[in-house]
């Protein structure tokens, strides 16, 4: 039975422009303390191998302590390491991984086709390949299949399955026809959980640690156990701070500041938060610097966005003699021959309809 610890896409010395300036170079450094991290789940669980596919720098343009702090992490881990390098770290003459000497339980794919590492030890064999520019459009498993020799292999790539574009693009049916029991993927930044291409397995773990409101789900890594009776995944948090975005409907008529305390989310302390008031309200703007600072006071940083309409009388309009007065005339009529359950649905399609006659882009409350 192989134990591995399966992660991508660390993205260190992110430059995380969307907060503040001291907020962003706070989340730097913890970001440096995620391969410490990643090592103590290794050890702490006692990982056979780590799989990192890729992107673990943010670009080539890394700080020193930064590459020497992942060095030293992975020297830490207890067990082989193998690194596929991906676009944002490309594998090149002035990439990060060849400033220093890695410890020797690191092992780099440098080259763009497939080379295997051979673990005796772990009855394994390892194929990896790296990025060797910001891009690449052939598919690094085009033509392979892994030799029945008895031993488990295993595949660690930076790529994009049915892709297109210029990231690697990895076929399911070249996945299939690998061989590979198990394909640790990097590229993408939500998890996939456990997927199969004919008997092959993959996934991608995600990113460890968001970086943006593009990227709201719970992040972390996966552990991956490979044995006789198939592959199993689970996936294990670790990032020390969630995006999350929260709907504040002011339709209800409280004050923005209750309504905004009433939508906080449990447990959001450590959190980044993104509170974006919607429905129609009485007010014709909100005072938004009020909002944020108290939403600053609940959770590690916020932002406030103002996505409310000014509430208005549906039938103001209703007596004009346009297609807008006629289409209000007929729909009142309908609502009021229709029955109470049928008038929410009927009202709703008023605000449909005018937003579609007034060329408005939302119309729902």
Known sequence: MLHILHAADLHLDAPFTGLPPDRARQRREELRDLPGRLAALARDRGADLVLLAGDLFDSGDTYAETTRALARALGQTG?????????????????????????????????????PLELPDLNCTVWGAAFTAPAREDSPLAGFAAPADGRVHLGVLHGEVDGRGRYGPLPREEIAASG???????????????????????????????????????????????????????F???????????????????????????????????????????????LEGVDLPPLEALAQSCCWSAQVRDRTRVRRDLWERAEEDTLTGLFLRNMRARISAAGAEEREGLELAVRFGLAALEHGEDCRP
């Open 79 to 115: 067990c082989p390491v193998c690194i596929a390098p991906g676009n944002h770290d490309f594998y090149a003459a002035r990439s990060p991984y060849r400033v220093l000497s890695w410890p020797e339980n690191v092992h780099l794919f440098s080259q763009a086709a497939l080379e």
């Open 180 to 234: 590979l029991a198990y394909l640790a993927l990097g590229h993408v930044h939500t998890c996939s959980g456990l997927q199969r291409a004919g008997e092959t397995a993959w996934a991608y773990p995600g990113c460890p640690e968001g970086r943006g409101f593009d990227e709201l789900e719970e992040k972390g890594c996966l552990w991956v156990t490979v044995d006789a009776g198939g592959v199993e995944a689970e």
């Open 236 to 282: 294990v948090p670790l990032a020390r701070r969630r995006y999350r975005v929260v709907e504040v409907d002011l339709s209800g008529g409280e004050t923005p500041e209750a309504a905004l305390a009433a939508a906080l989310p449990a447990g959001a302390g450590a959190d980044i938060l993104r509170f974006v008031l919607t429905g129609e309200s009485g």
